[in-house]
């Protein structure tokens, strides 16, 4: 089973082209005409592996925009939008294995058939500033982005190891592995007594300590905000906002049926 990430991300911009970024997050941009497609076929020198390979198509087919195993229908997003028609949206998702990968890296392959934008991509054609944190804890990581829609690498990101926690709360902490619980001493009315917590809570606790998800751009502080409705699906929001290529929510899902 694939190890998958969460993620909160705020996206800012013009509205409708947050509009629009959203309709390809979820899978639903514009209609591309493809003439290749990709299959996996058994790997000759691995016979327990498949190998990808691209090939023609005898007849081209319209396919819908998209970023990755990323953007879920159900994926949490709040809007708000200011007085001079900017959009700020907070979402919150999961992607597979990490962001890096779903919304970036996926894109990038030499073969892709131009349905498939990395979300750096769509923020350049957009105009959109992007924050992204991510947390994926089998692996044990967290990942920090900065999109400012001008360049595909954006121009800030960053990655913590899980790895870099434990000798964080050794310095404060005993770890008792046994009993999966942490203990120090501590000082309380004039008596010194044991205090105990689980070890997973000051595991975590501590990581938010050394890779706090706080907003460090968009924080949202330097304009007026004005709400547009408690937080909503993906799917919901995509429903209620048109995006610039007219085709409907319902055309796209009925195009997935056939």
């Known amino acids: 089973m ?3 990430c969460s993620y909160t991300a705020r996206i800012r911009g013009k509205k409708q082209n947050v509009i629009d970024f959203l309709w390809w997050l979820v899978g639903f941009g514009p209609l591309i005409y493809i003439d290749k497609e990709e299959v996996f076929v058994p790997d000759p020198e691995d016979a327990n592996n498949t190998k990808r390979i691209v090939r023609d198509l005898e007849t081209g087919k319209w396919e819908n925009g998209y970023v990755g195993r990323i953007g879920h229908w159900d994926a949490a997003v709040l809007a708000n939008q200011n007085k001079n028609g900017e959009m700020l949206v907070e979402i919150e998702d999961w992607c597979a294995w990490s962001f890096l990968s779903a919304g970036i890296e996926n894109a990038l392959d030499d073969d892709n058939f131009g349905d498939c934008k990395s ?5 350049r054609i957009y105009d ?5 944190f991510s947390e994926e804890t089998g692996c044990g990581f ?37 009993k999966d619980i942490c203990w ?15 070890r997973n809570e000051v595991f975590f606790e501590t990581k938010n300590r050394l890779f706090p998800h706080e907003f460090r751009v968009l924080d949202g502080d330097e304009w007026d905000y004005t709400n547009l409705g408690a937080s909503m699906h993906l799917e919901e929001f995509c429903r209620k906002n048109k ?16």
């Open 2 to 4: 694939a190890n998958t």
């Open 119 to 123: 979300v750096p991509e769509l923020c």
């Open 128 to 132: 959109i500033r992007m924050e992204v």
């Open 142 to 178: 967290d990942e920090y982005y900065f999109f400012d829609g001008r360049n595909e690498d954006g121009d800030r990101n960053e990655e913590f190891d899980h790895d870099d926690v434990t000798p964080a709360m050794e310095e404060e902490w005993t770890i008792d592995d046994d």
């Open 184 to 198: 120090k001493w501590v000082k309380e009315n004039g008596r010194r007594h044991k205090e105990k917590r689980d």
């Open 243 to 258: 995006n610039s290529w007219n085709i409907p929510w319902e055309t796209y899902t009925k195009k997935n049926e056939d």
